[in-house]
Nanobody
Framework: QVQLVESGGGLVQAGGSLRLSCAAS????????MAWFRQAPGKERVFVAS????????HYADSVKDRFTISRDDAKKMVYLQMNSLKPEDTAVYYC?????????????????WGQGTQVAVSS
């Protein structure tokens, strides 16, 4: 299996930027589709962005399209989420997830491996 550790969260003002990182370890010799999800207090965990095993296909939630960019560097075993033009409604715990499906659909059930999350807070 693969272990995931997120970093890069923090407090930022509206309009600012953050880059989240996800470090993978363990069975990284297996190809995975990767994604970011987020969960705000009192709400369910929702899809943010995904990237296929090859890196050639990405998907975004409508709420973050044109503001967030997901990328991966397999040589470094890293996945990133560049977040620009942040809004207070982006405040949540952000989770990195890995799927054995090479181009996984956005539902959380498609992802077998999860990190512990990193907190992002956007002030108005």
């Amino acid at each position: 299996q693969v272990q995931l550790v997120e970093s890069g969260g923090g407090l930022v003002q509206a309009g600012g930027s953050l880059r989240l990182s996800c470090a993978a370890s363990g069975r990284t010799d297996i190809a995975y589709g990767m994604a970011w999800f987020r969960q705000a207090p009192g709400k369910e965990r929702v899809f943010v962005a995904s990237i296929s095993w090859s890196g050639r296909t990405t998907h975004y939630a409508d709420s973050v399209k044109d503001r967030f960019t997901i990328s991966r560097d397999d040589a470094k075993k890293m996945v990133y989420l560049q977040m620009n033009s942040l809004k207070p409604e982006d405040t949540a715990v952000y989770y990195c997830a890995a799927s054995r499906v090479l181009n996984p659909p956005p539902a959380p059930g498609n992802y077998a491996y999860w990190g512990q999350g990193t907190q992002v807070a956007v002030s108005s």
